[in-house]
């Protein structure tokens, strides 16, 4: 298998890099203040993430770190759930989802049922994505991501600070942040990060659900390859409405 460090491939220091890092750390600092301990990072563990989760953990800010544990992660996601234990002494709170659901589906549909059609793929996602998501998001007041604008042309206009379908702030400290500015930051920090990186994968999701990527490929082309259109779980595209409802 080909690999390659991410942050040589990656890392460059642009014009405003600190400033950058300041605003996303300023950001951090008035959520936390504002809704403290009703706050919550909802953490993919890929590498825009791992930037924010560094942020919040050298500064002590008081704001949990979670991820969805959808049963389907690769084990070098699960690994970086360890490595961020020991690194920054910090638990990753995991949602899983809930199990007879997941059984009902597979019993139903297969092990490979997001390869068969969109709508299965959507169903599988939302079963072990954006209903766990209804429940991390519960009774908080703001959540914290690693959306960029250039990750994607849906995600073009990401704002810092956006209200979601629930009414609850939804906070975006690296919206402004390029690729090239998240491994510069990784680099320099030496901030863990998923092995899979080093093997062309930009974007993680699930292990079925992800590829590696050649060169010049979009960020996000290694999602869900298979499918034309727009390449997105549901989680920042959607009313989390359905999730929340299957939460209370
Ligand atoms: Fe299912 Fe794939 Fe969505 Fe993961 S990314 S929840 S495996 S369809």
Request: hydrophobic share 40%; with cysteine.
């Amino acid at each position: 298998m080909d690999t390659a460090k991410a942050t040589v491939l990656y890392a460059r220091a642009t014009p405003a890099f600190d400033d950058r890092v300041e605003r996303a750390l300023g950001l951090l600092i008035e959520a936390a203040e504002k809704h403290a301990e009703r706050i919550v990072q909802a953490s993919s563990l890929g590498a825009e993430d791992q930037v924010v989760t560094d942020l919040i953990a050298r500064y002590r800010l008081p704001i949990t770190v979670a991820t969805l544990d959808t049963g389907k992660l690769h084990g070098e996601t699960l690994a970086l759930i360890g490595a961020v234990r020991e690194r920054y002494a910090i638990a990753i709170e995991r949602y899983r989802p809930v199990q007879e659901a997941v059984v009902t589906f597979v019993g139903r549909h297969g092990e490979d049922a997001m390869r068969q059609s969109v709508d299965l793929r959507k169903a599988c996602c939302a079963l072990r994505k954006v209903e766990p998501l209804g429940r991390m998001l519960a009774g908080r007041e703001a959540w914290v991501t690693g959306l960029r604008r250039q990750q994607s042309s849906e995600r073009s206009d990401v704002e810092f600070q956006e209200t979601d379908d629930a009414g609850r702030a939804k906070i975006n400290p690296l919206a402004d942040w390029s690729w090239a500015d998240v491994w510069h930051y990784i680099k320099t920090y030496d901030v863990p990060y998923n092995a899979l990186h080093d093997r062309f994968y930009p974007s993680i999701g699930c292990a079925p659900c992800t590829r590696a990527v050649a060169v010049g490929e979009d960020i996000r082309a290694g999602r869900w390859w298979w499918e034309q259109g727009v390449k997105e779980c549901g989680l920042h595209v959607e009313p989390l409405r359905a999730g929340m409802e299957h939460a209370s």
